[in-house]
């Protein structure tokens, strides 16, 4: 499924020799082609991909007029480029007052994927790559770097015109090195956080394995239903949608004594799951494998192996592995040897 782009355009922050921080317009639009919606659909892809994404909407009353501008826009009251712009510069100016330096192109994409109307803002850095051409030279180039998309932004422009009172259509990155994009992203943009995705990511995880520890199945049963789980999770998180409690329930088992469900248990919690959220890459891992580190122990591996190769006994505190990886016997007979 590819995107249909409305709107694409490219500008620059870059810092000149004056120390100073500088936006870079582009004097217009790009024409659609296949390149900008391979482009845009590379973008959409990278933006699900990340973990540790925030949810919210737009504040009602803020000295930011971005929202009212995207209006404009909506409306064919304000051209895209025109709003672009206007946003750069406006970007621009809440680093300086934030003090901090980004440098990168400023990518503002509209379009339309699986039926939904998206605005996609992202800052992308580029690295180099060498080429060797047929004279057997080396050829240098810049290329956008997808992969370290860190500042970014997806106003879900459906949802924010149908339901907006759900205060859910805006997804954004956190930022790295621990520091929140609300620092001056949100601002940039006048949106307040909704709900912490990594949070009920993690509450999910732990739902469901509390939910599976009081059901009447095996250890093959309960591994299988997390597996389904976690089939369910990366296909959402492919497509860019929300996991939801009530589709999650599908794979889990229900009472048929009680007539518990996963949904009924969620409701019970003392803090319920939102009943929909976007999915974390990262929190499903632990559907399917048991890690944890501290100590300078790093210990990683396959749920399924609890029980079988690995052994645990809560009363010493102690982990029994049998079978050891055959890289790691190799070092541990060297090590035990040399002494």
Same mark, same amino acid.
């Given at each position: ?13 870059? *810092? ?13 639009c /790009?024409?659609p082609?296949? @390149? ?5 659909q590379?973008? !959409?892809? %990278?933006?699900?991909s ?8 737009f504040?009602e009353?803020?000295?930011? %007029? ?5 209006s ?13 712009v $206007?946003s750069?510069?406006?970007l #621009?100016?809440t680093?300086? =007052? ?7 192109? #400023?990518?503002?994409s509209?379009? @339309? ?6 605005? *996609? ?5 580029t ?9 057997m030279d080396l050829?240098?180039?810049? !290329?956008l770097? /997808? +992969? ?22 805006i ?8 520091? $929140? ?7 940039y943009?006048?949106c307040e956080?909704?709900v ?12 469901v394995?509390?939910y ?12 299988? !239903?997390r597996? +389904? ?15 939801t ?5 599908q ?7 009680s007539?518990? +469900? /996963?949904t ?5 919690q003392?803090?319920? *799951?939102e009943?929909?959220?976007q ?6 891992? +632990? #559907?399917? =494998? /048991?890690?944890?580190?501290?100590g300078g122990?790093t210990i990683n591996?396959?749920r ?9 006994d809560? !009363? %010493? ?7 050891i ?6 070092q541990? #007979?060297?090590?035990t $040897?040399? $002494?």
């Amino acid at each position: 499924m590819s995107a249909l782009i409305h709107q694409f355009v490219v500008h620059r922050l870059n *810092l000149f020799d004056d120390g100073k921080l500088h936006f870079i317009p582009r004097n217009s639009c /790009f024409d659609p082609s296949k @390149e900008i919606e391979m482009l845009a659909q590379q973008l !959409h892809a %990278t933006f699900n991909s990340k973990p540790g994404k925030g949810v919210g909407g737009f504040v009602e009353e803020t000295e930011n %007029t971005f929202s009212a501008d995207l209006s404009q826009v909506l409306q064919s009251e304000m051209d895209f480029h025109a709003f672009s712009v $206007k946003s750069g510069e406006f970007l #621009l100016q809440t680093l300086a =007052k934030d003090e901090m330096i980004e440098t990168g192109f #400023l990518i503002f994409s509209q379009y @339309e994927y699986l039926a939904t109307q998206y605005l *996609l803002i992202a800052l992308i850095d580029t690295k180099q790559h060498v080429a060797v051409n047929q004279q057997m030279d080396l050829d240098y180039s810049d !290329h956008l770097d /997808f +992969s370290k998309m860190q500042l970014a932004v997806r106003i879900d422009i459906t949802q924010w015109q149908v339901t907006p009172e759900q205060f859910r259509y805006i997804s954004f990155l956190k930022g790295r090195m621990g520091r $929140k994009v609300s620092d001056f992203f949100m601002h940039y943009i006048g949106c307040e956080e909704k709900v912490d995705v990594k949070q009920q990511n993690t509450q999910l995880m732990q739902n469901v394995d509390d939910y599976l520890s009081q059901e009447q199945c095996d250890v093959y049963e309960k591994n299988q !239903h997390r597996g +389904s789980v976690a089939s369910y999770f990366k296909e959402k998180v492919v497509e860019g949608e929300d996991v939801t409690v009530e589709e999650i329930a599908q794979f889990l088992p229900k009472d048929e004594d009680s007539g518990q +469900s /996963f949904t009924l248990f969620n409701d019970q919690q003392e803090v319920p *799951l939102e009943q929909r959220f976007q999915p974390d890459r990262a929190a499903v891992k +632990s #559907l399917s =494998k /048991f890690s944890g580190a501290g100590g300078g122990v790093t210990i990683n591996f396959d749920r399924p192996l609890l029980g079988e190769r690995i052994l645990y006994d809560p !009363h %010493t505190d102690t982990l029994t592995i049998r079978g050891i990886p055959p890289n790691l016997k190799d070092q541990l #007979l060297r090590a035990t $040897k040399g $002494k």
